[in-house]
Structures are given as structure tokens and as C-alpha cells.
């Protein structure tokens, strides 16, 4: 059996794959423990980078010095620039101001193309489920591509429909599963979600 190539199971964790492509790799995701694996350390080495683009640096060098160093060259000017764009992609929304969430509607639908798009703001999922009488008695759970649980959470409701906060999810794809906790646990919907 032929394993992923690394460069295409690292645009699969980034969420940047292809659609056409995405269908065969996970067919054998499914099948095979050591990619699953591999992709589980790709993710972990995008979290880690994404972590570290976030801290900041413990000792930091005296103004004088940051000015110096612009004034002699235009070059380290541009390079500190760049930098800090980079740095800003990289972190994504971390210094921007606390927005209410985005309504993401959940419908049931098939195909690669159909996965919801969340982006890395909060987001408010809100499934095509009518809501009960309790909606204590429900739960979503997220599990990654490999089927690992990332989020268990106890449901609300909006409009007359079964809702979650989600604060933040990784790049990647991901299954969003909405059960019955009661009388016993009870698989009521799957969706698809695509984190950006």
C-alpha cells in the first residue's frame, strides 16, 4: 500500500487540498493507521506554529536599538515590515476586537462540496434540527479527519433550531455529529465543516 505524499497530507491539514482530492485521501486515511498518524503530527506541528507566531518575545531589545537598526537601512525596515505581516497572517484575528459570532447554518447535505466554511472567528453552528422541549438532552461533539473528538458540547437554542458556540477550530476538515443524550445516546445528524 502506497502512503500520502507529505506534501499533499500537509495542504490536507491546512485545508487548502484540492476538492478532487480530498475524496481518495480520506478513503484511505480510513484505512491506513500510519497516515492517520502522520496527519495527526501535522496537525500538531501547525498548532505548535501557530502557538509560537502568538508569543511574544521574552526579551525584548531596547527602542533605540529597533531604531538604529531602521535608520541604517531600508532593507530592515522592509524585512521588519514583512515580518510583521507575516506574523499577522500567521495569528490570524488575535488583536482584533471581540466581534459577535458568525450564524453558520447547518444543513445535511453530501459531497465535498457541501461542507459548511468556518472562519477562524467565533461561530454560532446552528443545524437544520428542530429544537426540543429540553435541549439539555442533546450534544454536539467535533471529531477531526482522523476521528478524534476536539469538542464536546452541551446544545442551545436559536430560532427554533439546535444551536452551538464554537470559539475557535484548527485548519482542517472536520464532523460535526449532533446526538440525543437521552433517554440514551442517539446519532441524530452528521454535517460536514471546513475550517479556514
Avoid at 24 to 37: D, G, R, Y
Avoid at 64 to 90: Q, Y
Avoid at 96 to 120: F, Q, V
Avoid at 145 to 150: P, W
Amino acid at each position: 500500500m502506497q502512503h500520502i505524499e507529505e506534501n499533499l497530507l500537509d495542504q490536507y491539514a491546512l485545508g487548502t487540498l484540492p476538492a478532487e482530492s480530498i475524496a481518495e485521501l480520506e478513503e484511505h486515511l480510513l484505512a491506513c493507521s500510519i497516515c492517520q498518524s502522520r496527519l495527526v503530527e501535522a496537525d500538531q506541528l501547525l498548532l505548535l506554529f501557530r502557538e509560537a507566531a502568538t508569543l511574544e518575545d521574552a526579551h525584548p531589545t531596547p527602542r533605540w536599538r529597533n531604531a538604529f537598526a531602521l535608520r541604517n537601512s531600508f532593507l530592515s525596515g522592509a524585512a521588519a515590515v514583512l515580518s510583521a505581516l507575516l506574523i499577522m497572517l500567521i495569528t490570524g484575528d488575535s488583536h482584533r476586537a471581540k466581534l459577535s459570532p458568525a450564524i453558520l447554518a447547518m444543513e445535511s447535505l453530501r459531497g465535498p462540496e457541501a461542507a459548511a466554511e468556518m472562519a477562524s472567528t467565533p461561530s454560532l453552528l446552528v443545524f437544520d434540527v428542530a429544537a426540543p422541549a429540553n435541549p439539555a438532552d442533546y450534544e454536539i461533539e467535533i471529531v477531526d479527519a482522523v476521528g478524534n473528538v476536539v469538542l464536546k458540547r452541551g446544545t442551545e437554542v436559536r430560532d427554533g433550531r439546535l444551536a452551538v458556540l464554537v470559539e475557535r477550530l484548527a485548519r482542517g476538515s472536520y464532523w460535526v455529529r449532533v446526538y440525543r443524550s437521552q433517554p440514551a445516546k442517539e446519532l441524530l445528524a452528521e454535517y460536514s465543516l471546513r475550517a479556514k
